[in-house]
């Protein structure tokens, strides 16, 4: 006895490559082929592509898991011991660094234009009515 089919995608990843019978062959009202012929080659198609699937996922399914295991397991690990405690000593550096500049913009650029400003207001442009 079969036991009732499960939904093993219930995040809807692999929506896209649900292909039955009716998603690929379609015939228009006016031109259909025999009865017997279009109900034949649905169970063809069902039955060659439900028979090759599972043949692909008992020879390579398992090999497959094991690859992608192991590589989202070396994505984790480094995340968890590379990428993090990197990008941590880049933050704690670059606030470092963000003080110093501001310190030095403060201390040094921040006169000299406080001075350039002052020395320049007192500048005034009058226009001649002259063009020429």
């Not at 019978?21 to 439900?50: G, H, L, P, R």
């Not at 500049?101 to 442009?125: D, K, M, R, W, Y």
Request: proline share 3%; hydrophobic share 40%.
């Amino acid at each position: 006895m079969a036991s009732p089919k499960q939904d093993r995608d219930p995040n809807g990843v692999n929506v896209h490559i649900q292909a039955n019978f009716e998603d690929v062959f379609a015939e228009s009202y006016d031109i259909q082929s025999v009865d017997c012929v279009w109900k034949t080659s649905q169970q063809c198609f069902s039955c060659s592509k439900n028979c090759c699937y599972n043949f692909l996922a008992v020879f390579c399914g398992l090999c497959a898991a094991f690859f992608w295991g192991f590589q989202f397991a070396c994505v984790a690990f480094e995340h968890v011991w590379c990428l993090t405690p990197a990008l941590k000593l880049f933050v704690i550096n670059c606030s470092a660094l963000q003080k110093f500049v501001g310190n030095l913009v403060g201390c040094i650029l921040a006169p000299v234009c406080e001075t350039c400003g002052l020395l320049f207001s007192s500048i005034s442009v009058q226009h001649n009515g002259n063009n020429g």
